[in-house]
Nanobody
Framework: QEDLLESGGGLVLAGDSLRLSCAAS????????WAWFRRAPGKEREFVARLTGTIGTTEYSNSVMGRFTISRDNAKNTVYLQMNDLKPEDTAVYYC????????????????????WGQGTQVTVSS
């Protein structure tokens, strides 16, 4: 059973950067898929980025591609989300999630396929 704890959120100005961290405790499977989702006020939880546990393949939503980077520190069992050039539309609660390998690429975009979640960290971007 893994537990996830996010940190690093805050209030920033448009154009600023933040780095979110997601630390996993407990036993983790090396082939796990790590992901970041976010939920903006009044909206559904949406996929942001993911990183496969085996070879480290990354994937991003179109809205953050080129601005956000997901990475991992295996020694610390921690995943990061570096967010650059933040925009007001990035304002949301950001969640870290973990899953075993899924059957299809499309399956990784659905929050319902992730059994393990952190508590979330608020990111607010002011214009």
């Amino acid at each position: 059973q893994e537990d996830l704890l996010e940190s690093g959120g805050g209030l920033v100005l448009a154009g600023d950067s933040l780095r979110l961290s997601c630390a996993a405790s407990g036993r983790t499977y090396s082939g796990n898929n790590w992901a970041w989702f976010r939920r903006a006020p009044g909206k559904e939880r949406e996929f942001v980025a993911r990183l496969t546990g085996t070879i480290g393949t990354t994937e991003y939503s179109n809205s953050v591609m080129g601005r956000f980077t997901i990475s991992r520190d295996n020694a610390k069992n921690t995943v990061y989300l570096q967010m650059n050039d933040l925009k007001p539309e990035d304002t949301a609660v950001y969640y870290c999630a973990l899953s075993r390998p899924l059957a299809s690429r499309r399956a990784y975009y659905s929050a319902g396929n992730y059994p393990t979640w952190g508590q979330g960290t608020q990111v607010t971007v002011s214009s």
